[in-house]
């Protein structure tokens, strides 16, 4: 009878979340953009805004660095400045590879070894000016520009963009620029 109570109750409750999902319509599927040309997406990036994460705690300036290895896989460099655009610069150098050859969209990005983080570019500027990169779970999300500063339309619209995305535009922080 035990069993019988647990496994109703394990069936409602899977019901009360599949109707939870379908009520969030594509929320849980992420959508990366089409395709990425690795060669363009290449290069320094500036961070113009983020969901905030403890690994760039009170850093400002931070921008990422992108460059192939010799073996075939990505450089990251990731830097910032402490606190102020004067204070100390911290660097984190890493790794990244692709994980949907079809797309270029989805990658694996490893600061130290074993761990790994998801690393999908969700939104993309038709000449790569800018970039959105987003976390399958949304637990992560970096706006960033190939300039400094972003103009303030283009930042207001892709806001609309990742909300229907999913995100939560409460929780996005604006980064401090030179």
């Known amino acids: 009878m035990k069993i019988i109570a647990v496994f109703s109750i394990f069936l409602f409750c899977a019901a009360v979340s ?3 999902a379908e009520k969030m319509g594509n ?3 992420l959508k990366t ?3 990425v040309e690795l060669n363009r997406y290449l290069g320094k990036w500036y961070e113009i805004a983020k969901y905030p994460v403890v690994f760039e705690k009170n850093l400002v300036a931070v921008t990422a660095t992108y460059s192939i290895r010799d073996d075939g896989k990505i450089k ?9 655009l004067d204070g100390k610069e911290k660097i984190s150098v890493g790794k990244a590879w ?8 989805k990658l694996k990005v490893q ?11 969700i939104e993309l500027g038709k000449d790569y000016e800018y970039a959105v990169v987003g976390h ?43």
Not at 98 to 105: F, G, L, P, S
């Open 18 to 20: 599949i109707k939870g």
């Open 27 to 29: 929320k849980n599927e």
């Open 33 to 35: 953009v089409n395709y």
């Open 76 to 84: 990251v460099t990731n830097a910032g400045r402490k606190k102020t």
């Open 98 to 105: 692709v994980v949907d050859k079809r797309t270029n969209a």
């Open 111 to 121: 600061f130290f070894w074993p761990f790994s983080g998801d690393y999908w570019i």
């Open 136 to 178: 399958p779970k949304r637990t992560y999300l970096w706006i960033l520009c190939r300039t400094p500063k972003m103009d303030e339309n283009l930042y207001q619209k892709i806001l609309k963009k990742i909300e229907a995305h999913g995100y939560d535009l409460s929780r996005v922080e604006k980064t401090l620029q030179k």
